[in-house]
C-alpha cells in the first residue's frame, strides 16, 4: 500500500497547472534572489544614455526608466523585495492566526468570545489604515533606533541613514501587513480544533492527565498542519499583492528602492498618448501576475493533495 506521503504527491501530480506554477514560481524565486549580489549595487545607477527611456536592447534586456536606471536590475532586485515581503508577511500572519486559533477553538467560553469579538472588529476596519496608522507610529522611533550614532565614535550604530530609512519601511510593512492578514487564519484554526478537541484521542490525553500546551502541541497542532500549509499558501499571494497595492499607492516601498508596486507606478506615470514606453509597465505587471497565479495554482493543488475530501 502507498505511503501517505506517495499518495499525497501523486495527488500533487494530477494537476498539471501548479507544477507548471511551481516552475515558474521556482524560476522567478532563483532569478531574483541569486542575482541579489549584483542588483543591489546596481539598481540605483543612472546610465548616461542619449535617451534615459531606452527600450529594451542588448544592453539593456528590459530596457531603462526616466532616471536612465536598469530595469533588469531594478525588476529583480523589486521581485526579490516583493517576494520577501510577501512571505515574512505571510509567515506572521500564520504565527497569529494559528495560535489565536488554538487558543480560542481550546480553551472555549469567554476566551472564544473575546478573541472572536477581536476578529470582527479588526475585520471591520480597512487594512490600508491600519498599515497608515503603523508607518506614522513606528517608522520613525524604528528608523532612529537603526541609525542611532554610537555615543563613543559618533558614527550610525546600526545602518547608515538611508539604509536605516529603506529598512525601518520595508519592515513596518510587512509587520503591518502580516498583522492585518492572520483574521481568517484565526477562524479556520479555530473551526478546526473545535471539532478535534472531543475526539477520542484529545479525550485520552486530558484523561492521561496532560497538561493542556501539551496536548495542543502535540496532539492537535499536528493534525492542523495540513489545513496551515493550505491557507498559508494562499495567504503569501494576498501579502504580496498587498505589498504592491500599498507600494503602487506610495505608502510602501519608496523610491530609489524598487519593488514590483512602486515599479507599475512609475511605468503608469511615464505613460501618455505620444509615447508609449511599453517596457515600463509589463515588466513589473508581468511578474507580478506570474507570481500570484503560480502561487494560487499552487494553493489549490495543496488544498486537493492534504485535503483530498475537499476533492
Not at 495560535?99 to 480560542?104: D, E
Request: glycine letters at 8%; one cysteine or more; proline letters at 7%.
Amino acid at each position: 500500500m502507498p505511503s501517505p506521503a506517495a499518495l499525497a504527491l501523486r495527488r500533487f501530480s494530477r494537476h498539471p497547472p501548479a507544477i507548471l506554477g511551481l516552475i515558474i514560481l521556482l524560476a522567478l524565486a532563483i532569478a531574483c534572489f541569486a542575482s541579489i549580489p549584483w542588483t543591489k549595487s546596481a539598481y540605483a545607477d543612472q546610465h548616461q544614455l542619449q535617451h534615459v527611456k531606452e527600450p529594451p536592447s542588448r544592453q539593456f534586456p528590459l530596457g531603462t526608466d526616466s532616471l536612465g536606471r536598469d530595469l533588469t536590475a531594478r525588476f529583480l532586485l523589486g521581485g526579490a523585495i516583493s517576494l520577501s515581503i510577501g512571505i515574512a508577511s505571510a509567515l506572521i500572519a500564520i504565527l497569529i492566526g494559528a495560535s489565536v486559533g488554538l487558543l480560542a477553538g481550546y480553551a472555549g467560553g469567554r476566551t472564544d468570545a473575546f478573541l472572536m469579538r477581536v476578529v470582527d472588529v479588526m475585520y471591520g476596519l480597512p487594512y490600508i489604515l491600519l498599515v497608515i496608522l503603523m508607518r506614522v507610529s513606528f517608522v520613525g522611533p524604528l528608523e532612529y533606533l537603526l541609525k542611532h550614532p554610537d555615543p563613543v565614535t559618533g558614527n550610525a550604530r546600526w545602518l547608515r541613514p538611508i539604509a536605516a530609512s529603506n529598512w525601518a519601511n520595508i519592515l513596518i510593512l510587512l509587520i503591518g501587513i502580516g498583522a492585518v492578514s492572520w483574521l481568517t487564519m484565526a477562524r479556520v484554526i479555530r473551526g478546526q480544533v473545535l471539532s478535534l478537541r472531543d475526539q477520542p484521542f484529545v479525550e485520552a490525553a486530558r484523561a492521561l492527565g496532560l497538561p493542556p500546551r501539551r496536548i495542543l502541541l502535540r496532539h492537535i497542532l499536528p493534525n492542523l498542519l495540513g489545513t496551515i500549509i493550505v491557507y498559508g499558501t494562499l495567504t503569501v499571494p494576498n501579502a504580496i499583492l498587498s505589498e504592491s497595492f500599498l507600494s503602487f499607492l506610495g505608502l510602501g516601498i519608496q523610491d530609489p528602492l524598487p519593488s514590483w508596486g512602486n515599479l507599475a507606478a512609475q511605468g503608469i506615470d511615464a505613460m501618455n498618448p505620444v509615447h508609449t514606453r511599453w517596457w515600463l509597465i509589463t515588466w513589473p505587471c508581468l511578474g507580478l501576475s506570474l507570481a500570484l497565479l503560480s502561487l494560487n495554482f499552487l494553493g489549490d493543488a495543496l488544498r486537493d493533495t492534504l485535503a483530498p475530501s475537499r476533492s
